[in-house]
């Protein structure tokens, strides 16, 4: 296996740079796990292939404000800071200030222990929030600091909410509409770097339907980072270090999840993020999906590797040679995922977070 057999040629203007017009009218593309046999139709018709006892899982993070452009104090020198992870154990949180991981634009000016410090201004020209670059993130691949955030407002989620922008991937290029819908209708809690982009087909309709059809919907967070829409470098993707995100499958979830499979359901994982949620928590010796809060996990799943509960998986078309194209091969094949790839890009599909979405089941 080289990393080169999950590669392909994609056209750019097959490159998604705005979301459907319509949540669940983009396209989606059904494909049988076992045969690679394909069918075109509409994200709207998954409510057709729902079996009464499937049960739906879906990532519910929502993405944060991570995106911070600002100015260096005392040069006024453009600077941008991008939050990754809050850091939790090097000093206690206040409502004003907090720690976390964070990578820097210009790196060079912007070094631990120069002093460095990069203000923010509000709509209304106040500084309303002040990034003070003070270590290297440990193991941080990339550069990554940390960065002591500080704020003059009433609490640091108005003053991010005051000043920052919703990441978006690099390759969609001056997007200029509604940041809303770079999110999913159900998402809550502000935790992830990216959004967890199959969930933004459903609509609050589509889901009623969803569960009109017999299923079952139930929720599980993975705190989405940068890396994730990373390719692999390496020549062996076996050699690529994964790296760590955090997951909380509730007790709700895990029991519908034991549930479904007790009573012959599928379990339909919405994003490869509720998959390795799901996966992650799988405990052999339970023969179980058990809950957690917030475990790490560094969950790699290539072609060989065992899927212990999810049946059917929603995932929108991904970034040549990264790990989720590879995760997709491993959950059908390298030959069928690939050969979906060629139709979906001959039938002019749009890829990647904005575009349209595959069934795998």
């Known amino acids: 296996m080289k990393t080169s057999d999950f590669d392909y040629e994609l056209p750019q203007e097959l490159i998604a740079q705005e979301p459907a017009a319509v949540r669940d009218a983009c396209r989606l593309l059904v494909m049988d ?46 600077a941008e800071v991008f939050l990754l992870r809050e850091v939790f154990d090097r000093e206690p949180k206040t409502g004003k200030s907090a720690i976390w991981e964070v990578l820097v634009k210009p790196g060079k000016r912007l070094k631990p222990g120069s002093g460095a410090i990069v203000d923010f201004t509000d709509a209304s020209g106040n500084v309303a929030l002040s990034a003070e670059i003070v270590d290297w993130a440990e193991g941080g691949a990339r550069g990554e600091r940390i960065a002591r955030l500080t704020t003059t407002q009433p609490s640091l989620d108005e003053a991010l909410h005051a000043v920052g922008h919703t990441p978006l991937p690099p390759y969609i290029k001056d997007y200029a509409g509604d940041e809303e819908l770079y999110q999913t209708v159900y998402s809550r809690r502000e935790s992830s770097a990216a959004a967890p982009t199959a969930g933004l087909h459903f609509t609050p309709e589509l889901i009623d339907r969803v569960r009109e059809a017999g299923a079952g ?24 270090h994964m790296h760590t995100e955090l997951y909380t499958v509730p007790e709700r979830t895990a029991e519908a999840v034991a549930r479904t499979k007790a009573e012959g359901g599928r379990v339909i994982a919405v994003g490869t993020t509720s998959v390795r949620s799901l996966e992650s928590a799988w405990n052999a010796e339970a023969g179980r999906v058990l809950p957690c809060d917030r475990a790490a996990t560094s969950l790699y799943l290539l072609p060989g590797s065992e899927f212990h509960v999810v049946d059917a998986l929603i995932t929108n ?45």
């Open 317 to 361: 078309f991904h970034v040549p040679r990264s790990t989720l194209v590879m995760l997709v091969s491993a959950f059908s094949s390298r030959d069928n995922v690939m050969a979906a790839y060629q139709h979906a890009i001959e039938e002019r599909y749009r890829f990647f977070s904005f575009g349209d979405a595959m069934f795998v089941q």
């Open 217 to 240: 919907w139930e929720a599980v967070e993975l705190e989405v980072g940068l890396d994730t829409f990373r390719i692999v470098d390496e020549d062996d993707p076996t050699a690529h």
């Open 33 to 78: 796990r076992e045969t690679g046999a394909l069918e075109d139709r509409i994200f709207r018709d998954i409510v057709s292939y729902v079996r009464p006892g499937d049960l739906f899982v879906v990532n519910e993070t929502r993405v944060l404000p991570a995106r911070l452009l600002g100015a260096k104090r005392g040069t006024g020198g453009a």
